[in-house]
């Protein structure tokens, strides 16, 4: 593997930090002082900082809805693939020896080809970042040890963007909001748990930031108690019960189709302890991929 060298790193030979598998000193890249700017971008579905170590690596805090705080090292130059990856924090150059800050989070990373990820202390280690700490990446490409040294300066408008980043973000991913139940007790129309409402509250804003949602499929359901008509009355109350909850948290009326079923689809046994899953609104969304 071959680097070329370019202004914004240094080439220097590390004998600082050796992992114990690697037969030889890593190589280190280091970013220069006045280059390590960390830098917010995103938007509602992903909020990314990022440093790019030029030539070698990028190194990104990712949040996507839905899912923990993620750290990623994607190498740059093309063919390349780690055989592992650590990731650790370690003192600037003019930090006192005193600092000990967050020195003990380590962690070792999941590699996938060309990018390795961090999932377990990305948050631990980002809280380092404004205090002046760097990151270390202890890494393995195609046999070759390597240190890759990411710096920082000057961080604290790119953590107060990339916190902004965070407080826009849908408050649901996809997968989370496409399909979801709301489920009843024997004979009740009205939703009454909070925790339904704010998920029907954070669903009808998901749909706002997606701008691809064109239908959103409300189906009541009942369990086999009672007759038929009355099941499919039970059904159409408890579908427009989750419609109007939708409506008053600003879902417009025009893209929601309501639809009563009584007690023809069930998805357990109603003979079984089960039987409650029955009593259901089921929620599906369906997105315009034109």
Not at 60 to 72: C, I
Not at 168 to 182: G, H, I, T
């Amino acid at each position: 593997m071959q680097f070329l060298l370019k202004k914004g790193w240094y080439l220097l030979i590390s004998s600082a930090f050796v992992l114990p598998a690697m037969a030889q000193e890593p190589q280190q890249y280091r970013q220069e002082y006045d280059a390590g700017h960390w830098l917010t971008q995103g938007d509602a579905f992903e909020c990314r900082l990022s440093q790019t170590l030029s030539g070698v690596a990028q190194g990104s805090f990712v949040k996507t809805p839905g899912q923990p705080l993620s750290l990623r090292l994607q190498l740059l130059s093309p063919h390349n693939e780690f055989n592992s990856a650590h990731v650790q924090i370690r003192r600037a150059d003019w930090h006192e020896d005193s600092m000990s800050g967050g020195l003990d989070v380590r962690e070792q990373g999941v590699v996938e080809g060309d990018l390795a990820h961090f999932n377990a202390l990305p948050t631990r280690l980002l809280s380092q970042i404004p205090k002046g700490f760097w990151l270390d990446f202890i890494v393995e490409v195609d046999q070759q040890p390597l240190q890759l040294t990411f710096t920082s300066i000057d961080s604290a408008q790119a953590l107060l963007s990339y916190q902004e980043c965070l407080r826009k973000m849908a408050p649901l991913s996809w997968e989370e909001a496409r399909n979801y139940d709301v489920t009843f007790e024997t004979g009740q129309r009205w939703i009454r748990s909070q925790q339904v409402l704010n998920h029907l509250k954070n669903l009808v804003r998901y749909i706002e930031l997606d701008g691809k949602v064109s239908r959103v499929l409300i189906d009541g359901h009942t369990d086999s108690v009672g007759s038929a008509a009355s099941n499919r009355a039970l059904s159409q109350d408890r579908a427009d019960e989750v419609a109007s909850r939708l409506a008053e948290f600003g879902l417009q009326s025009e893209v929601m189709e309501v639809r009563a079923h009584g007690s023809r689809y069930p998805i357990a046994s109603n003979k079984s302890d089960k039987q409650g899953a029955n009593r259901r609104v089921q929620i599906r969304l369906v997105r315009d991929n034109g």
